[in-house]
């Protein structure tokens, strides 16, 4: 027996190390699927959760006001305007930054403010006599713009999409789309190739007249598609733009790989920064719902504003030229339709108390429009803390109709118990009008009273008659009376059991005094 003892005390330590080290294992994986998990939840790190499709424009309205002012058209609703573009007349947008390389094709990272919003979600149109301003979006991209570039690969240049632009997975965005957008040559920037590395353009694009020259040596070679839930801005192509910068600046034009992270903050930061080969996105979610609960703030009405597509200062025979050459160049499909058509505008919802949500609210001073979603359907309603949700109000509006229909059906019973306690507390006050002194009762008087109560308690074959034809029994007009008797109220036609001292009486017609005194009491 002793002989085992050594063996099982190494055969029980060596089981316990087994189970030690098993643990520590567990515990070391568990940590690490922890830090994963929280690196998983930080802000640097891509969050693809049910809260990127919570975003709504309210985010645009509240952050974009202190940089700018919002305006009202009557074709694209609220647009906004940035304050530089007030203050600088030959201001335009994507030229106060510089276009990066990514794995979702060329990313505008922009150097203002409030370039998180205007240059990754909506469109830009230029307005006469107010400038460019931008209409919000639903989508996330790279950027929103047609690219153009010279066959000698000497320029580059881009033209902000304009709202009617509304993107399809199915269709996206090709070389037609300068045709059948119109954009024309004033809506291009363009710079050379040597300045694509520069952390700026707004310097060094080319004069504007310049553009017409340089529209007829460039091609359209925009692509913006969507896959694998991605949108991509492929435009020029990246090896052949490295290689050009490469090779005249010395410069590399880096490649990043886009690191998404939805921020849902109300006050949270929106940036876009480079960390190693990774480019760092905190932004709003990417898909966003075109509804908000409160109306910015207008500044000024436009009315149906004229906008300038790119023609402006072109000969009218030039013009001809260019869209000629564009529909060569690059034909429009025929499954888009003829036209573009205006997007749909934004619904504002806000809730007032004990009133329903409205579709839209109209702007100031503008006219009240009701503006339908995708499909003609409304958008739902966001429901504010305190007030009470169409849903809600609808189920109240049900029950009180069915508690309506309940009271009609039982109408006749709870009219019957009330006609019941009406003749209990009118009896004691008739009692009270008689003399102190008791005197005996005429036989004609008893028949007098049996007669009235008769009629106070009717029988149920002569009242069902009554529910048949008059679903509201009127009040009998031709009622016995003794001479002498204090007139009673009318009672009502109503079922009730009948009263085991009562006998069945006649209708008998009344003098004409008894019948005004009916009606007087009537009206009381």
């Not at 690490?32 to 891509?46: F, G, L, M, T």
């Not at 000698?152 to 996206?172: H, I, K, R």
């Not at 932004?283 to 966003?288: G, H, I, K």
Request: glycine share 6%; net charge positive.
């Amino acid at each position: 027996m002793n002989k085992y003892v050594p063996s099982l005390v190494y055969a029980a330590a060596a089981l316990t190390l087994t189970t030690f080290a098993s643990s520590a294992d567990r515990s070391s994986r568990n940590n690490r699927n922890h830090y994963v998990a929280y690196q998983q939840e930080d802000a640097n790190s891509i969050v693809e959760t049910e809260s990127d499709s919570e975003g709504t424009y309210d985010v645009f309205y509240d952050r974009l006001a202190p940089e700018g002012r919002w305006f009202y058209d009557d074709d694209y609703g609220y647009v906004w305007q940035p304050n530089v573009a007030e203050s600088t007349s030959n201001w335009r947008p994507y030229t106060d930054g510089h276009w990066v390389w990514t794995d979702r094709g060329w990313l505008w990272d922009s150097n203002e403010d409030f370039g998180w919003a205007t240059y990754h979600y909506g469109r830009w149109v230029m307005v006469a006599g107010v400038g460019w301003v931008w209409i919000p979006g639903d989508q996330w991209a790279p950027a929103w713009v047609s690219w153009r570039q010279t066959d000698d690969d000497d320029y580059v240049g881009w033209a902000p999409l304009p709202p009617e632009a509304t993107f399809s997975v199915n269709v996206g965005f090709h070389p037609w789309c300068d045709n059948y957008y119109d954009i024309g040559p004033a809506a291009f920037a363009f710079i050379r190739i040597v300045d694509f590395g520069r952390p700026s353009y707004r310097e060094f694009c080319a004069p504007p007249q310049q553009n017409l020259v340089l529209i007829n040596r460039t091609t359209d070679v925009t692509k913006i598609a969507y896959n694998n839930n991605v949108i991509y801005n492929n435009g020029p192509q990246y090896q052949r733009v490295s290689q050009l910068v490469q090779q005249r600046t010395g410069q590399q034009i880096p490649a990043y790989r886009v690191n998404y992270a939805a921020q849902t903050r109300p006050n949270g930061a929106f940036k876009t920064a480079a960390q190693g080969k990774q480019l760092n996105v905190i932004a709003p979610p990417q898909r966003l719902r075109p509804i908000a609960t409160v109306q910015p703030q207008v500044a000024k009405q436009l009315g149906k504003a004229q906008v300038e597509r790119g023609w402006q200062n072109v000969p009218q025979g030039q013009a001809q030229q260019i869209r000629h050459q564009f529909a060569q160049q690059a034909p429009v499909p025929q499954t888009l339709p003829p036209k573009p058509v205006l997007p749909n505008k934004p619904q504002i919802q806000a809730l007032t108390k004990g009133q329903p949500p409205k579709a839209e609210t109209p702007a100031p001073g503008g006219s009240a429009k009701v503006q339908q979603g995708v499909n003609g359907k409304l958008q739902p309603f966001i429901e504010k803390p305190g007030n009470k949700g169409i849903t809600e109000q609808q189920k109240l509006e049900q029950q009180k109709l069915e508690a309506q229909k309940a009271q009609k059906e039982n109408g006749q019973i709870r009219q019957a118990e009330n006609v019941k306690s009406v003749a209990h507390e009118e009896s004691p006050k008739g009692k009270k009008e008689v003399p102190k002194k008791e005197q005996p009762i005429p036989p004609q008087a008893k028949a007098n009273q049996h007669a009235q109560y008769a009629v106070a308690h009717p029988q149920p074959q002569y009242h069902a008659q009554q529910q048949v034809h008059q679903p509201h029994p009127p009040s009998p007009s031709h009622v016995a009376q003794a001479p002498h008797a204090q007139p009673h109220p009318p009672p009502q036609h109503v079922a009730q059991a009948p009263h085991p001292h009562a006998q069945p009486q006649p209708h008998r017609a009344t003098s004409n005094n008894g019948q005004k005194q009916n009606n007087g009491h009537r009206k009381g």
